[in-house]
């Protein structure tokens, strides 16, 4: 059973599209997150959710909406897309990371806007 | 500000050699230290961590971690490195949520 799953794995679309990441953890954590890695391996979070509350929005363009329907999902949407958005893209759960292994991450999104 | 910082962008290193990694850290308090590994087109995976308690954490695939406090450091080491072992490697902390250092590509050379 995969723990954080992510679909996507590849979107290739064009500039100016609306697109979706979807993101689903089974561990039964309280917390999820989005991260950005750019081109250069930069790990960046853009948000984090706590039992479906926004918590934290990392100076993210407000054309990236996150929602929440519940604490098992983490959607990530993206209206206007532009060519700088091209990175993969991580979503990730965690409960207290002090307790556990910290985060448990997804395999990655990889989106190419061209 | 507090961070994590990785040094060195890449490390060269042959097999069956020991392996380092460094991280220094600039936390205040109490720091809760990270490793974390990214294959290839992979997710990142839990290498170790260090809340509290003995300096030196053992973690998956041999590898460890030493909490030097005097020195600021978490380096990881690895006594005998496989080719298996090139990835991307993070130190990280965690204050309210994960910062992560701007990672460090081992690779093992046969």
């Known amino acids: 059973d995969t723990a954080v799953s992510q679909t996507p794995k590849y979107l290739v679309t064009q500039m100016g599209n609306d697109k979706s990441i979807k993101c689903e953890q089974n561990?039964?954590?309280?917390?999820m997150y989005w991260y950005k890695q750019d081109s250069k391996k930069f790990l960046k979070i853009m948000f984090s959710y706590n039992n479906k509350e926004l918590i934290i929005n990392e100076t993210v363009p407000n054309r990236f909406s996150p929602k929440s329907p519940d604490k098992a999902h983490l959607n990530l949407h993206i209206n206007s897309l532009e060519l700088g958005d091209s990175a993969v893209y991580f979503c990730a759960s965690s409960q207290d990371p002090r307790q556990g292994n910290g985060y448990t991450f997804g395999s990655g999104t990889r989106l190419t806007v061209v | 500000a507090q961070s994590v910082a990785q040094p060195e962008d890449q490390v060269n290193v042959a097999e069956g050699n020991p392996l380092t990694v460094k991280c220094t850290y600039s936390v205040s308090g109490n720091p809760y230290l990270f490793w974390y590994v990214q294959y290839p087109n992979r997710g990142l995976q839990f290498l170790l961590k260090y809340i509290t308690g003995d300096n030196l954490v053992k973690g998956s695939y041999g590898f460890e971690a030493e909490f030097n406090k005097s020195q600021t450091s978490f380096h990881l080491k690895k006594p005998s490195a496989l080719v298996s072992d090139s990835a991307l490697y993070f130190c990280?902390?965690?204050?309210?949520?994960?910062?992560f250092g701007s990672g460090t590509k081992l690779n093992v050379k046969p």
């Open positions: 561990l039964g954590h309280d917390t």
């Open positions: 990280a902390y965690n204050f309210n949520k994960f910062y």
